[in-house]
């Protein structure tokens, strides 16, 4: 570390999980294991998606989107999550925890935008039935997503520059895995609450700007679901987007209590386990959330399987 009035780290050390080797060993199979399925399961989607003709409407280029999204999430952060809990790797230049900082905020970004794309979609199909295909044609469905995208990495470029600006004359190490925003301000020596104040503007804009529009999206799919007479069509109209509520609530929750304030000194292990939950456990329970809850996906997947089960069985 450069000792100066404008003195910068030109590393960074991750602490990772303090521990002893066992648990380092343990951490390391959970982290690769999940990993794997992240990918494995998101890859999945993506590809029945794209094979599958029904599946080609909006509900579903969203949901492919947001599969290709949570790989990408991931994989900034988690195999250099398990370098550092291996011993392997345990540095990150400045210049590249700037970059992983700003690619996972930027997806983040993106998938909170993507989220409320989502509930906005389904609360055309069940509030709109008759126009559903006007208002939101394949073009419309494209648009919003490159919106989305667009948007999600556009948006961090400002509090990215702020943070890579900010002097780091003390210490070099980061009480976490990857890079984030509230281990940097920890560690920074120069005057942070600019940083902070557009931290959490963007905070207020992003996370709370489309939760709202989740929110006041599923207030309308509700009470347009309870006026449905017979039970069996409010079934059949709550099951297109009870996976999508799941997966809104579980990524909000862990969400909101990260980024709406940043931490102090002896908040940063629990922000640490949930930083575990949103990177990791919110990726992983996606797929199997909208597979196990989602009629068309199912049956899509059992098509899949049974004709994957008669192929083997025809060439043996």
């Not at 394949?138 to 890579?164: D, E, P, R, Y």
């Not at 109209?237 to 940043?262: E, K």
Request: aromatic share 12%; with cysteine; proline share 3%.
């Amino acid at each position: 570390v450069q000792k100066g009035n404008q003195s910068s780290a030109q590393e960074f050390i991750f602490l990772g999980f303090p521990g002893n080797q066992n648990l380092q060993i343990s951490l390391t199979v959970v982290f690769t294991t999940t990993y794997i399925l992240i990918v494995t399961g998101n890859v999945a989607i993506i590809a029945l998606v794209m094979a599958r003709p029904h599946l080609q409407k909006p509900m579903y280029i969203f949901l492919s989107n947001l599969s290709f999204l949570e790989i990408w999430y991931t994989t900034a952060s988690v195999p250099k999550a398990i370098a550092v809990l291996l011993g392997k790797s345990k540095t990150i230049s400045f210049v590249g925890c700037i970059l992983q900082m700003y690619f996972i905020f930027s997806m983040g970004c993106t998938e909170f935008f993507l989220l409320s794309v989502m509930a906005y979609d389904r609360y055309l199909a069940i509030c709109y039935p008759l126009h559903y295909s006007t208002l939101m044609s394949s073009t419309k469905s494209a648009q919003l997503v490159f919106l989305c995208w667009v948007s999600g990495f556009l948006f961090m470029i400002i509090h990215n520059s702020l943070v890579a600006r900010l002097s780091f004359c003390g210490s070099n190490v980061i009480n976490n895995f990857f890079c984030s925003t509230d281990s940097l301000i920890f560690l920074a020596c120069s005057d942070t609450s600019v940083v902070k104040w557009v931290g959490f503007l963007m905070a207020i804009i992003v996370i709370l700007g489309s939760c709202l529009t989740t929110l006041v999206s599923y207030i309308f799919i509700i009470s347009t679901i309870l006026r449905i007479p017979s039970a069996q069509g409010r079934q059949k109209s709550f099951s297109t987007c009870s996976a999508h509520l799941v997966v809104v609530m579980m990524w909000y929750g862990s969400n909101i209590f990260l980024y709406v304030r940043y931490s102090k000194e002896n908040s940063l292990e629990i922000n640490k386990i949930i930083n575990t939950l949103s990177i990791i456990i919110t990726p992983l329970l996606n797929p199997f959330i909208y597979t196990l809850r989602n009629k068309e996906v199912k049956e899509a997947l059992g098509k899949v399987f049974r004709r994957t089960i008669h192929q083997v069985g025809t060439s043996s």
